[in-house]
T-cell receptor, first 112, second 115 residues
Framework: QKEVEQNSGPLSVPEGAIASLNCTYSDRGSQSFFWYRQYSGKSPELIMFIYSNGDKEDGRFTAQLNKASQYVSLLIRDSQPSDSATYLCAVISDSGYSTLTFGKGTMLLVSP | EAEVAQSPRYKITEKSQAVAFWCDPISGHATLYWYRQILGQGPELLVQFQDESVVDDSQLPKDRFSAERLKGVDSTLKIQPAELGDSAMYLC?????????????FGPGTRLTVL
């Protein structure tokens, strides 16, 4: 059973701080890693993807991947109240059909 | 900007009734996915199509759920009969293909409430 684990939170940070969201996965064959943001009552929205070990930056967002530790994280710099949402980590293993396995999500609350 | 379309956005039904959801993927996307998301959980894959063929329906409760994508474009997910535990958000997503580097784009979802 492929598993993706996330702390459910909520993670509370003040406006302007760095928010750090973490995710671990069980399948060593996993190849692609995605972070989705989901506002309450809305559908998931892709914000970052990473395929190789190391860091990938996109604006205020940085994804970090460590395949040896089976760990992927998302850093949000200069957090804004509009970043308050649930962040879903999703993983594609080497299944041939690119099936996404999602974690349960971490709720982030950014206070003004 | 191209989007995945879903309808209806909300559906309230009584248990034992039949319900159907419709999805139109982004034009040109060969792969279509139906997910179910229970409140407080991540989305779980129900069925995946590559063009008109089902490539993964291992988590689809086949005694009551069915899905089709007859012409390889839009798709319908049906539940008959609905049960109380089916109350959830049903999400449709599409991607250009099945490469592990293909991003999946989600539609707005259908919120189902079974009374």
């Amino acid at each position: 059973q492929k598993e993706v684990e996330q702390n459910s939170g909520p993670l509370s940070v003040p406006e302007g701080a760095i928010a750090s969201l973490n995710c671990t996965y069980s399948d060593r064959g996993s190849q692609s890693f995605f972070w989705y943001r989901q506002y309450s009552g809305k559908s998931p929205e892709l914000i970052m993807f990473i395929y190789s070990n190391g860091d990938k930056e996109d604006g205020r967002f940085t994804a970090q991947l460590n395949k040896a530790s089976q760990y992927v994280s998302l850093l949000i710099r200069d957090s804004q109240p509009s970043d308050s949402a649930t962040y879903l980590c999703a993983v594609i293993s080497d299944s041939g059909y690119s099936t996404l396995t999602f974690g349960k999500g971490t709720m982030l609350l950014v206070s003004p | 900007e191209a989007e995945v379309a879903q309808s209806p956005r909300y559906k309230i039904t009584e248990k034992s009734q039949a319900v159907a959801f419709w999805c139109d993927p982004i034009s040109g996307h060969a792969t279509l996915y139906w997910y179910r998301q229970i409140l407080g959980q991540g989305p779980e894959l129900l069925v995946q199509f590559q063009d008109e063929s089902v490539v993964d329906d291992s988590q689809l409760p086949k005694d009551r759920f069915s899905a089709e994508r007859l012409k390889g474009v839009d798709s319908t997910l049906k539940i008959q009969p609905a049960e109380l535990g089916d109350s959830a958000m049903y999400l449709c997503a599409s991607s250009p293909g099945t490469s592990s580097h293909n991003e999946q784009f989600f539609g707005p979802g259908t919120r189902l409430t079974v009374l």
